[in-house]
């Protein structure tokens, strides 16, 4: 009796008329797999940052071992996400063409981290070393993961950058969208609610700290009543500080070497060396009462 129960189920979440079922899609092939993806990305950070992640040396693996597993497993994803999303003439051979070149990207991607790691140090009094930074800022993961989906987005490989991004926001709060375009020495400092939207693009040295929004103010529509992406984030520029809670909307600049004050709400551009405040609150006391 269980078992036709169980059946008739089955039946019906595999039929394909039931209106809202095309939400879901049902593929006939092989989908990226996002356990494979977070192994895939152990690896590479066992390799940006060598000795600190992984086993390493204790199952003997090699730097080179370590490259050739980062290239079988990328080049499986990269593939599955090509045929999820596009009908390839030869899917193959363009996953084999993309995987060799993130892993010549590896160097670039290494360079930018270690400046992220420095620009984090630098930045907290609270951190001893580099070494500390590395092991325990959720800063490091997010940024790794970031710009290792930023290189793959930039090729144009669909899903994977979204999926990798996903999972350090799962793990970290700091939600950073692949596309956004970061430069060079970024700190974000706790974390913790951080969300840098799809158009976002931010110079060099830019700190944030926990609970920023770097966001859309609104959207534009088209005919049939779906948001349109075009550019909709904030531009800020190099120097600038932005401190906890703070929300910055729409496509507006921050000027370079400004300064955004904790709980600031900015939908207006500012110039560059602008300060930015909170302004102080005015109470009315009654019988002792605030109201």
């Known amino acids: 009796m269980i078992t036709s129960f169980l059946e008739k189920i089955e039946k019906t979440l595999s039929q394909n008329d039931i209106p809202e079922y095309e939400f879901i899609h049902q593929?006939?092939?092989?989908?990226?797999?996002?356990?494979?993806?977070?192994?895939?990305?152990?690896?590479i950070k066992s390799i940006i940052f060598p000795g600190f992640f992984g086993n390493g040396d204790a199952n003997g693996n090699t730097a080179i071992d370590n490259l050739k597993n980062v290239y079988v497993l990328l080049n499986e994803q990269i593939y599955k996400g090509l045929c999820f999303s596009y009908e390839y003439?030869?899917?193959?051979?363009?996953?084999?063409?993309?995987?060799?070149?993130?892993i010549e990207n590896l160097p670039k991607i290494k360079r930018l981290l270690a400046t992220d790691v420095k620009a984090v140090h630098d930045c907290d009094p609270a951190a001893k070393s580099y070494s500390e930074v590395i092991f325990c800022y959720p800063a490091v993961q997010a940024m790794l993961h970031y710009r290792v989906a930023h290189e793959l987005l930039l090729m144009q490989i669909p899903l994977l950058p979204r999926i990798i991004t996903e999972t350090a926001h799962f793990a970290t709060g700091i939600d950073i969208?692949?596309?956004?375009?970061?430069?060079e020495y970024f700190s974000i400092d706790h974390g913790t609610g951080v969300v840098i939207g799809e158009t976002c693009i931010i110079g060099n040295n830019v700190r944030l700290y926990q609970g920023v929004t770097l966001g859309a103010k609104g959207f534009v529509f088209d005919s049939d009543g779906l948001p349109i992406n075009q550019p909709r984030h904030p531009i800020i520029e190099d120097n600038v500080i932005i401190y906890s809670n703070s929300t910055i909307l729409g496509r507006i600049t921050i000027g370079h070497d400004s300064i955004i004050g904790g709980n600031v709400w900015q939908v207006n551009s500012v110039p560059p060396y602008s300060r930015i405040i909170q302004k102080k609150a005015s109470a009315i006391f009654t019988d002792g009462l605030g109201i």
């Open 27 to 43: 593929p006939n092939h092989p989908l990226p797999n996002v356990d494979c993806i977070k192994k895939l990305m152990n690896l």
């Open 89 to 102: 003439g030869s899917p193959q051979k363009t996953a084999d063409e993309f995987t060799l070149s993130f």
């Open 177 to 183: 969208h692949p596309a956004a375009q970061i430069g």
